[in-house]
Structures are given as C-alpha cells and as structure tokens.
C-alpha cells in the first residue's frame, strides 16, 4: 500500500478518531451527571448519554454483536482500500474506519466487561436519536462512498468509463493503460515490411 494511500485512509481515520474521542472525554468530564448544555434551547443540546446498541443507539442491548461488526467492518475496509486509487474513494474509506473504530473503543474500554462496554453519545438535535463524532463520520462516509460509486458507474465522454474521481478509465480507441489505440477504421496506410 503506498504511503498516499495510507495518508489518506488513515491519516483521516486518525483524526475522526481523535474528535471522536477528545469530545467523549469532555463529555464525560463536563456532563457527566450535569444537565444538558442548551445551544438552540432545546432544540440543539449537547446531552450526556450512552447506549449499547449501533449508531444512533439502533438495535440496543447487543454490545458484542456490534463490537464484532466494527471488526470485521474495519478489516474490510483496509481490504478494499488496497485495491482503490481515487483520493475521494480512499478519504471517505477513512471516514469509516475513523467511525468504527471510534465506538469501537467505546465497546472494548467503557464498560464493566471486553467489548460489553457502553458508547457515549451527546449530540441531541430536536427528536433525532441522539450520536456522536464516530456516528457522524460513519453517516457522512457511507453517503459520499455511495455517491462515488453511482458517480463511477456513470459513462463518460464517448462512452468512457469515469473512475470515482472522474478519471476515464477505458472506452473506445483506449486500452486499459490509458494509452492512446489508433482508431477503428483509420486511413493511415500500411508501412512496408521492407524491400
């Protein structure tokens, strides 16, 4: 894996990581058994709370079920990072991963047990389930992945393929490589073998 490739897959997924968990720790610190700090009155409020469940405390109650999920999500994302070379692709990758891991070590060190621990939420905005930096990136990273493929899928110019950052990758008169073919029926004549 070359080293921008690294960069930007976890480069990004160590600065979600360290939002993520710099803010739960002044969560913690500063809420913790305090009432809510009101931003927009009662619509926008920063809110201590934990859940065991997934993002946006979706399907609580089953804390090891979610900690292997953030396994095998996060293996699989420096899987296909390995076989990816646009830069928004590989960024948005780290969005995910930053977010897995994230409430991933909420699972495995906030808690009486390994990976039964509790992740912390405080983001409450009006009746929206109440998330964190992790949830956002997640949210945020699946979105942009989604958009990038349909985007990928999308033809080009002539019927060119465009990658997920809009480099053409193949098409008419192209071969793989990105190199240049003579086109079909060109009138260039023939050289001679030789005498």
């Keep these: 894996m070359g ?4 960069a930007l897959v976890y480069g990004t997924a160590l600065a979600v990581l360290v939002a993520d968990q710099i803010t739960k ?5 500063r809420l913790g058994g305090n009432p809510p700090f009101e931003l927009l009155g009662s619509f926008v409020r920063l809110r201590y709370t934990t859940n065991t469940g997934g993002a946006f405390s ?7 079920f979610f900690a292997v999920m953030a396994v095998v999500v996060m293996v699989a994302i420096s899987i296909y990072a390995r076989r990816v070379d646009s830069p928004w692709v590989l960024a948005t990758l780290g969005l995910l991963l930053g977010g897995a891991i994230g409430n991933f070590s909420d699972r495995l060190l906030r808690g ?3 990976l039964h621990g509790e992740v912390i939420d405080f983001v409450d905005i009006g009746s929206f389930p109440v998330f964190n930096v992790a949830d956002s990136a997640i949210t ?3 979105i942009l992945l ?3 493929v349909t985007f990928a899928d999308q033809p080009g110019p002539a019927g060119e ?7 053409v990758t193949a098409g ?3 071969d793989p490589a990105g190199e240049r073919d003579e086109p079909v029926g060109s009138d260039r004549p023939e050289r001679d073998a030789g005498p």
């Design 3 to 6: 080293r921008r490739r690294l």
């Design 25 to 29: 720790s002044l969560v913690v610190a």
């Design 58 to 64: 979706l399907l609580a109650g089953f804390p090891l």
């Design 112 to 114: 009486p047990g390994l």
């Design 140 to 142: 945020i990273g699946a």
């Design 146 to 148: 989604a958009i990038l």
């Design 161 to 167: 393929a465009a990658g997920p950052a809009g480099e």
């Design 172 to 174: 008419p008169g192209r």
